[in-house]
């Protein structure tokens, strides 16, 4: 489970790195931007918390860091903005996700009284 884990974090990244940075034209809809953004960020989150269960402080580091990096990197593109209130929804869906994989983790691996 860990190793698809991580393999899943690894297709996250290379994917919302890719949508966060191609040309506006490229970017997929499906839905309400705001929640597309989280629910990403949610699920690379997940599949870190979950792949890297004993790293949660570097989890968190890396998910924050990707966040702001990638919108940073928006403000070189012309066409894309980079916009603090987008680095702040896609943060805190990352550090929920990996919050939530720890807690699954955790909940999973106490023996039930």
């Given at each position: 489970m860990t190793t698809i884990s991580r393999i899943a974090s690894i297709v996250l990244l290379i994917g919302i790195a890719f949508v966060t940075l191609c040309p506006i034209d490229f970017r997929p809809e499906t839905g309400h931007p705001t929640l597309e953004r989280a629910g990403a960020y949610l699920l690379l989150g997940l599949a870190l918390g979950a792949g890297f269960p004993r790293q949660l402080r570097y989890s968190l580091i890396f998910i924050v860091g990707v966040a702001v990096g990638l919108e940073a990197l928006q403000l070189v593109d012309p066409?894309?903005?980079?916009?603090?209130?987008?680095?702040?929804?896609?943060?805190?869906?990352?550090?929920?996700?990996?919050?939530?994989?720890?807690?699954?983790?955790?909940?999973?691996?106490?023996?039930?009284a």
């Open positions: 066409g894309r903005h980079a916009r603090f209130d987008d680095m702040l929804v896609k943060a805190i869906g990352g550090v929920v996700g990996i919050l939530a994989a720890w807690l699954l983790t955790r909940m999973r691996s106490e023996p039930v």
